[in-house]
């Protein structure tokens, strides 16, 4: 009983010393879009670049062109994101602070079709220093064909996650469960590129390009590093 008043006063302390002049909560979620704040992300700097760096150049030039139209998005958005050049890649540890790491695997999350990214897990005060991508090698080598437009944007999908983007799937049948593409959409149909297992566009032209929502969640980790006066 007493630990509970203890902790019940802690807590009010807390609430009294946070009130004035602090920033309000971070942001952690939104329509059609979610952080990635149980890997401890809550922004990315406005200042610092962002790399994606590539284990071979074979690599670096499959993947430029799927790349190009959305790193223009993720800079418009604010984030300094640029493609640079080719690493030595170990997916089970983080690279230098900044890069987002591409490589291939077979299977990474051990199911087929699917590709795994994360960015490095509670980095210093919440702000993103990059992360591992692991496209499957499946995509290229004829065992697992998917439509042009899966493709794409799966391979947008992946690198946003290392940003600090997590699936913003949501209960919609209320089945207890955020289920498989349960996401919010616009009124054409169009839901995040970070639903999982599968978003964003469908059409030729913009299939592989960065829907508002994901937008709007890059711009919430951006805001929550400037709330936080981290530069
Ligand atoms: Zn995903």
New binding site residues.
């Given amino acids: 009983m007493r630990k509970t008043l203890a902790v019940a006063a802690a807590l009010a302390a807390c609430a009294l010393t946070a009130a004035p002049g602090r920033p309000a909560e971070l942001l952690a979620t939104g329509s059609g879009w979610k952080l990635a704040t149980r890997l401890g992300v809550t922004s990315l700097s406005p200042s610092r670049q962002y790399t994606l760096t590539f284990a071979t150049a074979a690599m670096k030039s499959r993947y430029t062109p799927y790349l190009t139209a959305a790193v223009s998005q993720v800079k418009a958005a604010g984030v300094k994101l640029v493609i640079g050049g080719v690493e030595s890649v170990n997916p089970a540890k983080c690279g230098p602070v900044g890069h987002i790491q591409y490589t291939e695997m077979y299977r990474p999350l051990g199911r087929g079709g699917y590709s795994q990214?994360m960015p490095c897990p509670h980095p210093p005060k919440g702000v993103g220093t990059g992360g591992i991508v692991a496209i499957d090698t499946e995509y290229w080598d004829g065992s697992w064909p998917m439509p042009e437009y899966k493709l794409r944007n799966t391979l947008v999908?992946?690198p946003l996650?290392a940003l600090g983007l997590d699936?913003p799937n949501l209960d919609l049948n209320k089945d207890g469960k955020a289920g498989d593409g349960e996401c919010v959409a616009t009124r054409y149909g169009n839901t995040p590129v970070?639903c999982?297992?599968n978003g964003g566009y469908r059409t030729s032209t913009s299939m592989g390009r960065l829907t508002g929502f994901d937008t709007a969640g890059l711009k919430a980790l951006l805001a929550n590093a400037r709330a936080q006066g981290i530069k």
């Fill in positions: 990214a999908h992946e996650h699936h970070m999982s297992p």
